[in-house]
């Protein structure tokens, strides 16, 4: 392909993403299959183009005076990037829009007009590239540190993590097998298990037999220690873990890891079809589960099998504002009505998951959310309607995993000795996480 053919190409592909709810992998992924003409290296560069688009997306949208509403954006976005974000001069960015084979028409006077104007004086939701409505929320919860968080959340291509399966393979060697690959692995600070890679150029770790061998699974170091820190491994020999959400089952892996063989763990969740997709994880892993489908997640019939738990991990649906560095679509279509609709969503589901804890039991809360509302405000109303369940200090918890985490002590300064933790890729590098902790009194 030409790299005007290109630059058309990932115009299509943000024209497509604005009108779908699918991931960008799934729409770059099916842009592929369909275009078999498009080798890697083209796949790569569109790649690398919608991704720039959609990061700085609220920027180049302002200075092209488009809103998130303004159909068919996503020439004015590859436009835009090319001016705004690779400093392109103008008849370069001509020559490539010029209306030659497969690539974009000419300019029009109005775009010409509005790269020579460019962006001018941007409010704030535009340079963070945050959604509007987010920016109050970050001022008020992050104070000064808030553009900082932002632009660490919203900016930045996230590097990936890996987390070694201490029951088939250790660190150094897995960090060996990775550099044998071309790679430049580097140890996570906080995890013991985690190993993390640059984020370009990408690596195709399914492919690696370290992978497919369930030696290393990908899984962000926040996400690793939300795992960690609930402490599975820590539970008498016959525990019996609940993973009240386990989605795909990163988290349901982890904590298998750490209970090593012993005792029971159910993974639950209201989609049977990613409960599926932890099965083959699982066996590539070493590891079991039992398998819960809440067919209907207001019966209370089908709790009665998860009662008595040792440890309830809660890991709950939420807006994924902790990834948005990954998934920067997501960002553009959450707004404050989502929000409040999974504050609820998350205080009914944790409701139902106290039911299951045993008394002494634990109940850790985790979201991949940056935002209070689904936070902060979730575990306050949790808190007043469970006074059988008291807040257990994060620091009990890291003391407890020594065996997992390196830097305990900056993680228990974030805490504030408290038993709410909250991780960002500004503070800690990692995807956004908040984690809370409960024992059940009576
Ligand atoms: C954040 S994701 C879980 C991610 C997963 N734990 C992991 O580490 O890969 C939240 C999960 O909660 C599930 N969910 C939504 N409503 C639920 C409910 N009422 N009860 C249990 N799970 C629910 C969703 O289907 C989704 O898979």
Known sequence: MTPAARLQAAADILDQLSGTRATVEAVLKQWGQVNRYAGSKDRRAIADRVYRCLRAKQRLLWAMELTEKSPAQGRALVLASLSLIDAMPIED??????????????????????????????????????????????????GKAWSAEATALMMPRAPIDLRVNSAKANRADMMAALEAEGLSPEATPFSKYGVRLRAEPPPN?????????????????????????????????????????????????????????????????????????????????????????????????????????????????????????????DAHRLDEAK????????????????????????????????????????????????????????????????????HAARLNKLAKTGHRLSLTPHTTQTDGFFIAAYTRTQ
């Open 93 to 142: 960015i001509e020559s490539f829009f010029c209306g030659e084979g497969y690539g974009p028409k000419p300019l029009t006077a109005h775009e010409r007009e509005r790269l020579a104007v460019g962006e001018g004086e941007a409010p704030a939701w535009v340079t963070t590239g945050l959604p509007e409505f987010v920016v109050s929320r970050f001022e008020q919860q992050f």
């Open 205 to 329: 770790l399914v492919k690696l037999d370290i992978y497919q061998s369930g030696q290393v699974e990908i899984q962000d170091e926040g996400s690793q220690l939300a795992a960690f820190i609930a402490g599975a491994g820590l539970l008498p020999g016959a525990a019996k873990v609940v993973d009240f959400c386990a989605g795909g089952g990163g988290k349901t892996l982890a904590l298998a890891q750490m209970m090593d063989g012993n005792g029971e763990i159910y993974a639950c969740d209201v989609v049977e079809k990613r409960l599926k997709a932890i099965e083959p994880r699982l066996i590539r892993a070493g590891a079991t589960a039992h398998f819960i489908h809440f067919f209907d997640p207001d019966d209370v019939v089908q709790l009665e099998v998860l009662k008595g738990a040792d440890l309830v991990l809660v890991d709950a649906p939420c807006s994924g504002s902790g990834t948005w560095r990954r998934h920067p679509e």
């Open 339 to 406: 929000i409040e609709g999974l504050h609820t969503l998350q205080t009914q589901i944790l409701d139902r998951a106290a039911q299951c804890v045993k008394v002494g039991g634990r109940l850790v809360y985790v979201t991949c959310s940056v935002l209070d509302d689904e936070n902060v405000q979730t575990a306050d109303a949790f808190e007043a309607m469970h006074p059988n369940y008291d807040a257990l200090p994060i620091h009990t918890l890291l003391e407890n995993s020594t065996l997992y985490i390196d």
